[in-house]
Nanobody, 129 residues
Framework: QVPLVESGGGLVQPGGSLRLSCTAS????????VAWYRQAPGKQREGLLC??????????NYADSVKGRFTISRDNAKNAVHLQMNSLKPEDTAEYFC????????????????????WGKGTLVTVSS
């Protein structure tokens, strides 16, 4: 059983919005820092945003390209972390992944790939007219 599951991906026109969700079935996400990443074909995995387990208002942005367009939030009632994506561009097309680390802060921007305890399998977002 996959520990984290991403959902909400799909095809959207440029300028549109999508909300991705990261859910866990085996543990509660409120004691995990959760980060979102993406990987476009032929490119390295890129960190986007992270939300701390300690404070839902404590978020870290890893990518200048999504500042002002993407936000991360928790929904503890649904045991989920969401990635709200607005003003989508064709260059946002990628596989989007979430990852979680137990009772530790979000990774530093220089180390956002490391030290995550669980990863999901991803959800595909395609931005195209």
């Amino acid at each position: 059983q996959v520990p984290l599951v991403e959902s909400g991906g799909g095809l959207v026109q440029p300028g549109g919005s999508l909300r991705l969700s990261c859910t866990a079935s085996r543990f509660t996400l409120d004691v995990y820092s959760v980060a979102w990443y993406r990987q476009a074909p032929g490119k390295q995995r890129e960190g986007l945003l992270c939300i701390s387990y300690e404070n839902e208002n404590d978020t870290t942005n890893y990518a200048d390209s999504v500042k002002g367009r993407f936000t991360i939030s928790r929904d503890n009632a649904k045991n989920a972390v969401h990635l709200q994506m607005n003003s989508l561009k064709p260059e946002d097309t990628a596989e989007y992944f979430c990852a979680a680390r137990h009772t530790r802060p979000c990774p530093l921007p220089t180390h956002y790939i490391y030290g995550m305890d669980y990863w999901g399998k991803g959800t595909l977002v395609t931005v195209s007219s």
